[in-house]
């Protein structure tokens, strides 16, 4: 129950970014909103970050690449197209919108990423989709245009997703830590030379505020139920946050939910049904592998010993180290996660930095 309701906050969290966002655009431009807000973010999981660090903070140098295209995309280029949205049409739809991100991510992983994605996973991203193209009519002649513009951040973001995955050395919390330094750094240079530059000191701080809670605490709170629950019973949690954004935009905004974007979410729950039930079962062969990253050793995964325990530290608990997996051939329905991607396309091998030195 304490796992669930941290994948709720989570969600509650994230969806009051559109309509709390929405009102900070009144006074703050959107690249430099963007970049306060992923500013806020970092400062938010800093100390989830140090405190998991394990000495190690900076990807390994494989990943250099994957982390610079996710401050990129997630964290510059996302943002400010999502802003730009919300300038155009009002903080409901576009929240509504957001879940394009998961049919976006879908997509990009069966086309780009070589993950798997069957006829359920499918009929999920045709309903995302119609349920967008539905929203997008009640906001009238702008809609088109602002609907292109999330759509353009879910697609940013959904590229995120897929790069942050194959991070393997460095946290989830310590990958977002290092994203909203650079990330929000970057678009407030940006806005600094390119849009009147805002400076009213209670704003910033709101928005700063805004990042450490809508984006830091809830991707903290969304860890803590991922390593508990599972991925993808925390995934269908968390995806309730448009929901919840669509709802306090009515209630901060005092915008009105219409009969249409009513029939728009309940498709859009049905979509999210179908997309969560796409899991499959096959035969796969998993090369050997050393790599680094948060695990426990209550799966068919990781059966690695550990000889010198740490003095009250149970091997069913969540820990982080360099390990490695022999050769295993066996089959279990199973989700892209970071043991799987390569079973559907080409091989990935994460070496170890270099150890010299260490005890």
Known sequence: MPFILAALGSAILFGSSTPLGKLLLDSLPPFQLAGLLYLGAALGVLPFSVSRSHGGFLPHRKNLFHLAGA??????????????????????TVALWLNLELAATAVLGCLVFKDHLGRFGWLGVSGTLAAAILLSWQEGPIGPIALILVAGACICWALDNHLTALIDTITPSQST??????????????????????TEIPVILSALLLGAFAYGASISLYITAAQNLGATRSQMIFATA????????????GESISPLQIMAALILVAALFTLFLDRHTHAHTHTPLTHKHWHHHGDDHHLHGHPDPKPGKKPEAFHGHWHQHPQTSHAHPHWPDIHHRATHGPDHQTDPPDRQGEK
């Open 242 to 253: 448009p929901f919840f954004g669509m709802a306090l935009s009515a209630l901060v905004l």
């Open 177 to 198: 830590c290092v994203k909203g330094i650079f990330a929000g750094s970057l678009n407030l240079a940006i806005a600094y030379f390119t849009e009147p530059f805002g």
């Open 71 to 92: 401050i990129l995309f997630g964290g510059v280029l996302g943002p400010v197209l999502l802003l730009l949205g919300l300038q155009k049409a009002s903080a409901a």
